[in-house]
């Protein structure tokens, strides 16, 4: 059983900068790959960001390239979304999930990661 819990977000202004984090419970943290995914009111939850369980690989929702970056330290158990420029189009709760792969690809579904955190709001303000 994986456990993941985020911290990091808050209320900011447009242009500011946040970075989320996700600590993760799991002895083998580098066999799983990391994503996170966020939800707007009324909205589906949706990808933002994934990375491979060595770090080599990663990949990005197009609105937010650029501007997020995920990375990982694999040393501490914790996966990192680091955020700048935001917009207020990036107000939304914040998830960690995890999914056990050996896989090169990053999975952009929400389905196929079986480990979710509680979620962290993050708001940005005009």
């Known amino acids: 059983q994986v456990q993941l819990v985020e911290s990091g977000g808050g209320l900011v202004q447009a242009g500011d900068s946040l970075r989320l984090s996700c600590a993760a419970s799991?002895?083998?943290?580098?066999?799983?790959?990391m994503a996170w995914f966020r939800q707007a009111p009324g909205n589906e939850r949706r990808f933002v960001a994934g990375?491979?369980?060595?770090?080599?690989?990663?990949s990005y929702e197009d609105s937010v390239k650029g501007r997020l970056t995920i990375s990982r330290d694999n040393a501490r158990n914790t996966v990192y979304l680091q955020m700048n420029s935001l917009k207020p189009e990036d107000t939304a709760v914040y998830y960690c999930?995890?999914?056990?792969?050996?896989?090169?690809?990053?999975?952009?579904?929400?389905?196929?990661?079986?480990?979710w955190g509680q979620g962290t709001q993050v708001t940005v303000s005009s």
């Open positions: 990375i491979i369980g060595s770090g080599s690989r990663t």
């Open positions: 799991v002895r083998t943290f580098s066999t799983y790959h």
């Open positions: 999930a995890a999914r056990y792969s050996g896989t090169w690809t990053v999975a952009v579904g929400a389905t196929s990661y079986n480990y």
